[in-house]
């Protein structure tokens, strides 16, 4: 039986690039296999993605893009990488929707709550791309907007490490892991699990956080069978 009934799924761009730049296509196929193992279990999955591995829109502003273009640039990056997790899981039989938080039919749908909702009751899995639709916001802040309209469970933050650590652990060998902690402790603590935007809306609408590393095959599954492979972010 699945942990969680509801998930937000936020995944890393970076991430989909395997280190590089782009798509890398095993890793695409890797989130997409254990993304149906945990729909075959009856899970109702929401997806953001970032754009990071294509455009980041804070890094071209300090490169002189303007920054409401070059957040606008980014938003369209998630859709590119929306679109590939969504062709991925068509080839291994997962029906699945794009919803798109700026109008870009036909290259996915309007996104609102109660379509979003219907369609994971039905068996869908949807990927909410275009961040909020707004400049200024992350994907992380998309993401917890997004947990907290289909109402889900737990946002399931799928990076390249398993859990919250009291440092960087790649930068930090002395840094150690915690197996839970509060919101209020990551904001005291300056901790990076998500940016401060992302983290107080999870907080006030009581949407825990769960970080662990999606990089490595069966991870995901693993979660929502109960086992304690990350860190839990709570009130």
């Known amino acids: 039986m699945a942990r969680f009934k509801r998930i937000l799924l936020k995944l890393s761009g970076e991430s989909l690039a395997a280190g590089g730049f782009g798509i890398d296509v095993q890793r695409l196929q890797e989130y997409a296999q254990q993304i149906k193992e945990v729909h075959d279990m009856g899970v109702q999955i929401g997806i953001v993605i970032g754009g990071g591995n294509i455009f980041r829109g804070l890094s071209g502003a300090s ?38 938080a700026i109008r870009m039919e036909p290259v996915g749908e309007f996104y609102s709550k109660w379509k979003a909702i219907d369609a994971m009751e039905n068996g869908y899995v949807c990927i909410f791309s275009a961040g909020t639709g707004s400049p200024y916001f992350t994907t992380d ?72 590393n999606m990089d490595v095959v069966g991870n995901l599954k693993r979660v929502m069978a109960g086992e304690e492979i990350g860190t839990l972010v709570h009130k």
Do not use: H, W
């Open 63 to 100: 490169k002189g893009f303007d920054r409401v273009k070059g957040d606008q640039m980014g938003m369209m990056a998630t859709v590119i990488n929306s679109l590939a997790l969504s062709s991925a899981l068509d080839a291994i039989g997962v029906k699945n929707k794009v919803l798109t």
């Open 141 to 212: 802040t998309g993401s917890s907007l997004r947990g907290v309209e289909i109402e889900a469970d737990v946002m399931l933050k799928g990076t390249r490490v398993d859990g919250v650590y009291t440092a960087d652990p790649e930068k930090d060998p002395t840094a150690t892991k915690f197996t839970d902690i509060t919101y209020t402790e990551v904001l005291a603590r300056n901790l990076k699990v998500m940016d401060l935007s992302a983290i107080v809306m999870c907080n006030d609408n009581n949407l825990p956080i769960y970080v662990f």
